[in-house]
C-alpha cells in the first residue's frame, strides 16, 4: 500500500468498503433471520430419484402447526412445544424411503421407522411456550414427542428419537 | 326273543353326585389362570415400566457432557491457533458453547433423577450446580466479546479449564449411580421375572395335579358307570331268565315292563303292552271296576292283602281274555332314578292246579287201593286164621278125652302143626300189614317175659326133641318180680321167632335164653333178652341178607333147613315195635347170639306162677256177685261162637250165642250178661256199634265186654275207646287167657290175695329142674284138665320115662325106641335136662360106656325129680 498518497480518492474507497462491509454484515443479518435450520434429503441410490428440501423458519411455520404441553426428562417443568408434524416437513421434502436419519448439530443422529411418524407425532418443535429457542435451549429444532400424553413415548427408544438441536433429516431404504 | 321291555328312560350314568365336583374343579382351573394372569399381567407391567425408567438415556446425557465441552474446548483451541479470526471460525466456537450450555441445561434438569436419600446425591447436585455457574460465567464471558481477539480467547480457554475435573466428577458420580440405579433394576427386573417362574411352575404344577385328579375321577366314573350297567345288565338278565312272569308296574298300575315269561303267561308276545294299565291287561271284569275307580288304592289293597298271605291265589285274564289261575306276588321297589315301582311276580297255576289234582286223584286212588290192600288183609287174615282157629279150638277140646299117651302125643303134634301153621300166617300177615302201614294200636298191658319164655322154650323143647339139642333158659336180676308193662305179643313173637330159628338151625348143642333184669344210667329198669345157639352161625357178610325176608341161608346146595324165611324179619320188626334194637354177633361154626333190649317197667307179676285152677264148675271168681253167670257170645262165624262157648262153659258161664251185631244187642237187652265176648268184624253191625248200642242203655250196658278180633294190628283204636269195650283179645282165644282177662277185669289191677291150692309149684330148686305148670304145653293142658287128671297124666309121663330108663338099664329090645320118646316126654313137660340126658343116652346107644354114664345120669336127674315132685 503506497503510503504518502493522502488523496481523497483512497479514503473513499476505504469509506465504501466499510460501508459494503457493514451492509453485507447487515444483510447478512438480514439474511441471517431466513437462515436454513433444516436439511431434509433422501439418498435412494439413484440421484435421479433423490429429492433435497431445505427449511427456514419461514417455510416451517407455513406447514400446519401442531402444539402440545408436556413435560420432559430434559426439562424440569411442563413446556407447550409448538410447531409442524415431522410427516408434514417429510412430504413437504417429498423424500421416500423406510429409514429417516435425524441428525443433531453435535453429529449426534437416531434412527426411526418411516411408518412410526404418522399423524402429528412427532413435531419438530420451532417454538417452546411461543417462542423460538436458541441452540442453548436446545433449538432452533427439537423433535418432541407429547410424552405425557401417553406411556408409549415414554420408552428409552422414543428419547433416543428426541433429538434436540436438529439440522439434517436424511431418509433412506 | 324279547328281552325286558321297560320305557323309562335310562338316566345318564354318573351324572347328579359328580357334576358339582366337575363345576368345582372348573372353578378351581379359572381362579387360578385368573391369578396368574392378573400376577403375570402385573410383572409384566413392572417389567415394561422397568423401560420407562429412561436410564440409557439419562447415562447418555452425563457421557455426553464432557464430550460437549470438550469439542467447545477444542474449537476454542483451533481459533486460538487460527491465522486469521473469521466470523466462520468464531461461528463454530459459538455453536459448540452453546451445544456445551444445552448440555449443561439438560444435566441440571436431570438432577431430579438422583434419589436424594441416596449418599451420593448430594455430592452430584453439588458438582452439577459448580458446572451450571462456571457455565454461565463462560456464557457471560463469550456474549460480551464484540470483536474476539485472541487474548480474549486464551483467557475464556483458560476459564473453561478450570471446569474439567468438575465435569469429571460430575460425570463419574453420576455415572456410578446410574449403573448402580440400573443394576438395581435390574436385579428387581430379574427377581420380577423368577417370581414370575415360580408362580408358573407352581401354576404349572396345581394345574398338573388338577388334571389327574380329574382323569382319575372320570376312570372312576367310567368304571361306576361299567359297574352300574353290569348290574343293570344281570339284573335284566335274571329277571328275563326267571321262570315266573316279572312284571314293573307304576304305583298306579301301569305296565312299565314285563319279560319273556310274563308275555307268555299273559299270551301277548306279539304285541308290546308296555305304558297299558291293569285294567287293559291281567285283571278280569269284575276286578276292573275297583281299579279303575281309584288304581292306587288299589295297588295298596293288593299290598295289604298280601301282606299277611305273602302269596295271592287269584283269577287273571289274558291279553286274549282268557282266564287262568295265577299266584301273584308283589314288591315295592325304586327304579333306577328312584320312582316308586311295583315288581309283580306272576305265576300261572293252572298247569301246578292239574297237577296237584292228578296228584290227588293218585293219592285217593292210593288210598283206596292201601284200604282194599287193608280190607283183603283183614280179610285174608279172618279167611285164613278162622279154620285154624277151629282146628286148634277142636284139638284143645279133644284133649278132654282119655287118650292114651301116643294118643295125645299124635294130638299135640296136631295141634303144634296147627299152632305153627298158624303161626306162619300170622307171621306173613303181620309183615304185610307191617307193609300196609297199619299202626301198632297194641296198648301196653303187664306180662311176665319170663312165662312167656317158659313156654317158648317149651315149644322149643319139643321141635328140637330129635336132635341132640338142649333148650334152656334163665333169668338174673329179676329179685322175682319179673313183670313187665310193655308189648306181649311183640315179645312173643320175638323170642319166638329168635327161638325157632335157632331150633331150625342147630343140630347139636344148646340153645340158650337168657332174661337180665338191669337198670340204666336213669335208673329206670330194662330187659336184655338174649337167645344163643350153638349153630353153624351166620357169618357177618350175609348177616344182613339173614334178617331179609324170605331169604333163607343154606349151607351147600341141600336146603337142610326148612322155614319161610321170615323168621329172624319178624323177630327184628317185633323188636322194633317194642323199641328195642336186635343184635346180632355171630361167626361162621361159631353159633348165633342174638340180643336185644327193651324198656322193662315194673308191674306186678300177674298171678301165673301158680296154677289157678277152677275148682269145679264154679265161679269164674269167687268175687263176682252172680250166683250163676251169664255170658253172650258174639260171633258171625259158627265154629268160633261155639269154641267160645265150651270156654266159657268150662269156666262156669251160661252161655248164649248170638250170630251177627243187631242179634247181640238185641239178646243183651233181653238178658242181663256180666261178660260179653264181641267178635269185631261182622256183617252189618260191627262189634264196636254193637258194644256202643249195649252200652247205652240195655240191660247188659254194664257187662265186661271183650272184643275179640283176629289182627288185633288192624283195629282201629279210636273205635275200640269209643265203644266202651274194656279190651279186645287176639284170635286164637286159649282158655286160659281168657280166664286171666276176665279176671284182670274183674279183680281189677291189683292181685287177688287169696292163694289157690297149688298143684304144681314152680320150684326153682336148680334151673334144670324146673317144672312149672306154664313151661312147655303144660300150661294149656293144665287148663283143660282137671286136677286129679293132670296129676294122673303126669305121673303117666313119669312112669313111661322110667320105664324106659328100666329098659335101658336092663337092656331090653326096644330100649332106644322108649328112650326116645321118654325123651320128648321129658321135653314136652318141660325136663330139659333129663331130656337131654335121654338124648344122650339115644345118641350113645352103641357105645357102651357113654351109654351107661348117660344112662347113670339121667337116672339120677329122675330120682330128684321125683324126689321134687314129691315134696311139692
Redesign the interface.
Known sequence: MPEHQTHTPQRTRRFICFLLFWTFAAFAQVASAQDILLRVDDSTGLSSDSHTATFDRGQLDALPQQEFTTSTIWTDAERLFSGPALHDVLDAADVSGDTVHLVAANGYEARMPRDAIKGTVPIVATNIDGKPFSVREKGPLWVVFPYDLDANYQTEEVYAWSIWQLTGVRVSE | MPVLRIRDREPDEGTGASSSLWVAIMLTLSFGVLVTVLAGSFIVQSIVQT??E?????TW?FA?LE??YL?FETRLHRAINADRLTPDIMDRVM??F??Y??RV??V???K??FNEDTPGTAKIHDSISRVVQHRDAL?TMLDQLGTPRRDDLEDILDHSEEVIPTLRDVTTNALKQLTSQYSAMRQSEESAIKRFMALSTIEALVLLAITMLAIRLAMRLRMRAKAMKRLRDSFRGIVEASLDGVVLLSVEGRILGYNTAAAKIFDCQDQDVVGQTLQDVALPRLRQTAFKSDPTAFMNEAFDILAIRRRLRTQLKTCRGQMFRAEVALARHEDAIGRSIIIAFVRDLEDTIAQENKLKQARDKALQAMSAQERFLNLMSHEMKTPLHGVIASLDLLQDYDWTSDDLENLQIARDSAAAALAQVEDVLAISSNDAGTRDTTPFEPFDPMEIVKLIVGQARLKARNKDVTVAYRITGDDGDSGISGRKEAFRRAVANLVDNAVKFTEHGSINIHLVYWQDAASDRRLTVKVSDTGPGIAPAVQEIAFADFQTISKGAALKYVGSGLGLGIAKRAVDRMGGILHLDSCENEGSHFSFDIAAPFVSKPKLASVERPATKQLASPDDIQVFPRALVVDDNAANRILMQKMLERLGYTVQCAENGEQAVEIADMWRFTLILMDIRMPGMDGFEATMAIRSGSSSQDALILGVTANLASQDAECFTASGMQEMLAKPLTIGQLKEKISHHVNGPKQDARARPPVVEAVDVEEEFVISATSGNLSYISETMELDELEAWLQACLDEIRQALDAAARDRPGSIQAVHKAAGTAAFIGLPRLQSALNQMEAAQADADPFASALLEASDVFRKIRLDLSGA
Not at chain 2, 54 to 58: A, H, I, P
Open positions: 423401560g420407562r429412561s436410564l440409557d438415556n439419562r446425557v455426553q464430550v460437549d469439542r455453536t459448540s452453546d451445544i450450555y444445552s441445561e439438560t441440571d434438569a436431570g431430579r433423577f456464557a
